[in-house]
């Protein structure tokens, strides 16, 4: 079936180390983001990638890093310069390169806790 | 400043009630999108429904209708006799562009749906 596997669905992490939470599709889409959610928040964008090798700040990178090396693979770097990295992170695909046009297909997420 | 209101927190409901989802936009944008998503328990968003600003018309799919007004900058989701399938949070979304190519989508803080046997 085509669609968006994120992993690992639960994590812990000591504070001060980095985690990395991978986002793999095989629906072919060329662009790629990442979203933080928190209890009783609305969506807010972390990243984004529109094509391989290029990507481009959301509204709250700080703390955060990505790559783009594949088209079917966006990971999300936690570093420990994120000061409340404890969420839910959630990552999606569209079509259409333009973001805030089209559907976005999202995975089912990766809820990541610092202990 | 765009900015997608979603009043209701929490909504519940008993099996086969008609129930409507409040969402209240701001935006200075001529052309924008709407957008509702639905987020099970099992966490992934589910995408619902796309409208764009140019067109006002009201869109029914199965027991699910959306009220799209732009007099009052409100897209509203009606779900009739609701099931308990129906139990999620809702998202409502807005994008816009800022005098480039760029879109922002800006979500609403989501309302849960509880729906009861």
């Known amino acids: 079936d085509g669609g968006i596997t994120q992993s690992p669905k639960y994590l812990f992490r000591k504070e001060g180390q980095n985690v990395t939470l991978s986002c793999e599709q095989n629906?072919?889409?060329?662009?790629m983001y990442w979203y933080r959610q928190d209890p009783g928040q609305g969506l807010r964008l972390i990243y984004y990638?529109?094509?391989?090798?290029?990507?481009q700040k959301g509204d709250i990178a700080e703390g955060y890093s990505v790559s783009r090396e594949k088209k079917e693979s966006f990971p999300l770097t936690v570093t420990s310069a994120q000061k409340n990295p404890t969420a839910f992170y959630l990552c999606?695909?569209?079509?259409?390169?333009?973001?805030?046009?089209?559907?976005?297909?999202f995975g089912e997420g990766s809820r990541l806790t610092v202990l | 400043a765009q900015k997608v209101t979603q009043a209701q927190t929490e909504i519940s409901v008993v099996e086969k009630e008609d129930v409507t989802l409040d969402c209240v936009y701001e935006?200075?944008?001529?052309?924008?999108?709407l957008f509702w998503y639905k987020q099970p328990p099992s966490g992934e968003l589910v995408f619902l429904i796309r409208?764009?600003?140019?067109?006002?018309q009201n869109e029914i799919s199965g027991r699910y209708s959306w009220n799209f007004q732009k007099s009052t900058s409100s897209f509203n989701f009606t779900i009739t006799a609701s099931q308990v399938v129906d139990s999620a949070v809702y998202f409502c979304?807005?994008?816009?562009?800022?005098?480039?190519?760029?879109?922002?989508?800006?979500f609403g803080k989501g309302t849960k749906l509880s729906v009861k046997p």
């Open positions: 999606a695909s569209s079509i259409d390169r333009t973001y805030g046009t089209g559907e976005l297909f």
């Open positions: 629906l072919n889409h060329d662009a």
């Open positions: 990638s529109q094509i391989v090798n290029d990507f």
């Open positions: 935006t200075r944008d001529t052309t924008y999108y």
């Open positions: 409208r764009n600003s140019f067109d006002e």
């Open positions: 979304a807005l994008s816009g562009h800022y005098g480039g190519s760029q879109g922002n989508l800006i």
